[in-house]
């Protein structure tokens, strides 16, 4: 989804939430002034939101593409993500409270032999006849069933007119989506591949990602910093976690450390499933110093089930959270499993490097105390001796 399209995205989904609020001051207190039974009439409020959300859903993965309109990996459930598998377009996520909702994950346009206000009208036309069959349940439960179907198409209704007015985005070219996919195994032969392409679509996209993998920390910062400066806050999430694993490398500036910060704040307030999988919050706790905090986010994130590089990415700021917390162990089984997940990243050559570093100081420490002991032991024994000699004589 293009930033343009994500921003009416979020702006659909306010004024969404706005009439539903109106309706529920309105059409709730109405009912319950003509005497309606309180319980019905929530039951009623859920069950028109569900079934319009249900249709909704069946019409974009029906009639919808006729129109124009394409859903980029459905959603299943409420709550944050607790499962996610990505691909270029398409995939699922499943949300820790496990209602039966279905949404799109993303929403984009599509070459069309319709139109996407005609197909508006068909899935108004849809909710109607959907809200028409729902007050034939009378009662106090079919008129707010009803009137709630009608409320919810508000958002839908709003998000298609405003996405007719976006420009839309060139197709990304197979090509480009062969460098995406190749990064996820092997980040030479992406980069091999990236070198060989023209400008044109999704070039951006895939360049940031090859140069996370092969440790341009500095060079994809500044490239991100760029276009979040513009007002383009879509990149901050790469410009954050490029800010942090360059701190840990040792070559971050105090500059560096507030633009992290900053970053941390924009990327913050991206849409959830686009940071589904990431280990944004448990980098912040990192450069908190909360090693314990970011051992539970870094563990998180891995659960997500997302790219193997984002999640490989996640194992490894794991194990750089433990080796920080002082378990060795669990540290070198955290890296083991970002080097099994994803691809053999500069990042994780870099924790490799820097475990066993550790690893060998702690060894060499050890021996120094053990030859430290020995040297006193042998000392006290020498002084015993010398104790002993007049005694004896």
């Known amino acids: 989804m293009s930033e343009e399209s994500t921003r009416r995205w979020k702006q659909a989904a306010q004024v969404h939430r706005a009439v539903v609020l109106a309706a529920l001051f309105g059409v709730v207190g109405w009912r319950l002034r003509a005497g309606a039974?309180?319980?019905?009439?929530?039951?009623?409020?859920?069950?028109?939101?569900?079934?319009?959300?249900?249709l909704w859903a069946a019409y974009l993965a029906g009639p919808g593409r006729w129109f124009g309109l394409r859903a980029d990996g459905w959603s299943f459930g409420v709550g944050a993500p607790w499962r996610t598998s990505r691909r270029l377009h398409g995939g699922w996520q499943l949300r820790r409270v496990p209602l039966p909702l279905l949404r799109p994950v993303q929403l984009g346009t599509v070459p069309a032999r319709g139109g996407l206000l005609p197909g508006l009208l068909?899935?108004?036309?849809?909710?109607v006849?959907?809200?028409?069959l729902l007050a034939l349940v009378g009662g106090d439960?079919?008129?707010?069933?009803?009137a709630f179907c009608l409320v919810g198409s508000v958002g839908p209704a709003m998000l298609t007119v405003l996405l007719r007015s976006t420009p839309t985005a060139a197709a990304v070219a197979?090509?480009?989506?062969?460098?995406?996919?190749?990064?996820?195994?092997?980040?030479a032969g992406a980069r091999r591949l990236l070198d060989a392409l023209a400008e044109g679509p999704g070039i951006r996209e895939a360049t940031l990602s090859v140069l996370l993998a092969e440790g341009r920390y500095r060079e994809l910062a500044d490239l991100t910093a760029e276009s979040v400066a513009s007002g383009f806050p879509a990149e901050a999430l790469v410009h954050a976690r490029a800010l942090a694993y360059l701190d840990e490398t040792g070559a971050?500036?105090?500059a560096d450390r507030a633009a992290f910060r900053t970053a941390y704040a924009?990327?913050?307030?991206?849409?959830?499933?686009?940071?589904a999988g990431t280990d944004l919050e448990a980098l912040q706790e990192l450069a908190l110093g909360r090693n314990g905090l970011a051992i539970d986010e870094a563990r998180s994130a891995a659960a997500v089930a997302s790219p193997p590089l984002r999640r490989s990415m996640a194992y490894a700021t794991l194990a750089l959270a433990l080796h920080r917390a002082g378990r060795a162990e669990e540290a070198r089984t955290a890296l083991a499993s970002a080097r099994r997940t994803g691809p053999a990243s500069a990042r994780l050559a870099f924790l490799t490097d820097l475990l066993a570093e550790a690893?060998?100081?702690t060894e060499a420490g050890t021996e120094a105390g053990a030859g430290t002991a020995a040297g006193i032991e042998a000392e006290a024994e020498a002084a015993a001796g010398t104790a002993s000699g007049p005694a004896s004589a």
């Open 37 to 54: 039974d309180v319980r019905w009439v929530v039951q009623g409020v859920v069950a028109g939101l569900y079934a319009e959300g249900l």
């Open 122 to 127: 068909v899935h108004l036309a849809i909710t």
């Open 129 to 132: 006849l959907g809200a028409g």
């Open 141 to 146: 439960f079919g008129p707010v069933a009803a």
């Open 174 to 187: 197979p090509e480009v989506q062969e460098v995406t996919e190749v990064l996820q195994r092997d980040v």
């Open 252 to 254: 971050a500036t105090d």
């Open 266 to 275: 924009t990327a913050r307030r991206l849409r959830r499933e686009l940071r």
């Open 359 to 361: 690893e060998a100081g």
